[in-house]
Nanobody
Framework: QVQVVESGGGLVQPGGSLRLSCTASGSIFTLDVMGWYSQAPGKQRELVAVTTRGGTTNYTDSVKGRFTISRGNAKNTKNTVYLQMTSLKPEDTAVYSC?????????????????WGQGAQVPVSS
């Protein structure tokens, strides 16, 4: 069973920086997609940033140029993903959850196995 655990959340002042970490343990496979989602109070969860096993990254427009997603490249960090957040704004306040996906394919089908962490609180406030 894959377990996903985030760390690094906490209160940060506007303009400050924070790095979130996420490790997915229990899989012998390199997970195909790992990413971060945010859910602000009273809003739906939305994608923040995602990275694939091949190194492709994608960001939501509001964080481009401020957030950077990266993945561990050592054997024991292949299923670890980081989110470096800079120039934080009060509107970035949210619970940030890590998502990891394993994808299997056959000639007839494609199956996704998603795994979620519990989430890390990131309040941005002075």
């Amino acid at each position: 069973q894959v377990q996903v655990v985030e760390s690094g959340g906490g209160l940060v002042q506007p303009g400050g920086s924070l790095r979130l970490s996420c490790t997915a343990s229990g899989s012998i496979f390199t997970l195909d997609v790992m990413g971060w989602y945010s859910q602000a109070p009273g809003k739906q969860r939305e994608l923040v940033a995602v990275t694939t096993r091949g190194g492709t990254t994608n960001y939501t427009d509001s964080v481009k140029g401020r957030f950077t997603i990266s993945r561990g490249n050592a054997k024991n960090t292949k299923n670890t993903v980081y989110l470096q957040m800079t120039s934080l704004k009060p509107e970035d306040t949210a619970v940030y959850s890590c998502n990891a996906v394993r994808i299997t394919m056959s000639p007839d089908s494609l199956t996704k196995f998603p795994y979620w962490g519990q989430g890390a609180q990131v309040p941005v406030s002075s």
